[in-house]
């Protein structure tokens, strides 16, 4: 019985720490796009200001 909820214990801890990992990097990449629209719409406002 104890091995069994050490298993258990096991699992659910690696699982809990996978997806908080998971979850992380789906933000990290949302905010990394982001940025790279807000440099993209940047770039085009100074070529329409140089002009």
């Known amino acids: 019985m104890l091995a069994e ?8 801890t690696y699982n809990r720490y996978k997806n908080e990992a998971a979850s992380e990097k789906q ?3 949302r905010s990394i796009k982001e940025s790279l629209i807000v440099l993209e719409a940047n770039k085009e406002k100074s070529y329409d ?3």
Request: cysteine-free; hydrophobic content about 15%; glycine content about 0%.
């Open 5 to 12: 909820f050490k298993r258990y214990f096991t699992e659910r």
């Open 27 to 29: 933000q990290t990449e």
């Open 49 to 51: 200001t140089d002009s």
